[in-house]
């Protein structure tokens, strides 16, 4: 039997209600992102989940079970560098998404006409997506000692990706 087909597509105004969601889920595990119950809605929804961000969501049966941004990852001389970031709904991991994803991030990226990708901030604790990462072309070149206060290892690194496009 065949699964069914994940469908990435641009996110769109009725999305951020489920994007939040998704958000506020994986955020509350205090394991893959540095933000804490300090970051309120308002302040994440100005700076992630927006349409003025390239956001884009993946669909299951016409249920969100995924979504990233892509933008510069500095203003200025630095936004020839997209980054992203790549939430997975938590019921939905191990069926590859987190490829998908990144995968259609890399071409939107390059039609968007970026020069390569970073990632600033990946827990050295996660790895699938360090897998999915290295599987789709970046390379760790640095690793932060104790970057990251996990919320039950306490400090673990954090490494940064790069991957010309």
């Not at 956001?55 to 936004?79: D, M």
Request: aromatic fraction near 12%; hydrophobic fraction near 40%; charge should be neutral.
């Amino acid at each position: 039997m065949k699964s069914p087909e994940i469908h990435i597509r641009p996110a769109n105004k009725k999305d951020l209600e489920a994007i939040w969601s998704l958000w506020k889920v994986v955020v509350d595990q205090k394991i893959y992102f540095p933000y804490d119950d300090s970051f309120s809605r308002e302040h994440i929804e100005n700076s992630w989940i927006n349409l003025n961000n390239n956001c884009f969501v993946a669909e299951l049966e016409k249920e969100i079970i995924g979504a990233y941004i892509l933008k510069p990852n500095q203003p200025g001389y630095g936004n020839h560098i997209a980054n992203a970031s790549y939430m997975v709904d938590s019921q939905k991991r191990g069926m590859g998404l987190g490829h998908q994803l990144c995968a259609h991030s890399i071409d939107a990226a390059k039609e968007l006409g970026y020069y390569a990708m970073q990632f600033n901030l990946v827990v050295s604790t996660n790895a699938a997506a360090i897998k999915v990462w290295l599987a789709n072309g970046f390379e760790i070149i640095g690793t932060i000692p104790g970057g990251f206060k996990h919320f039950e290892k306490g400090y673990v690194d954090a490494h940064v990706f790069y991957r010309k496009l």
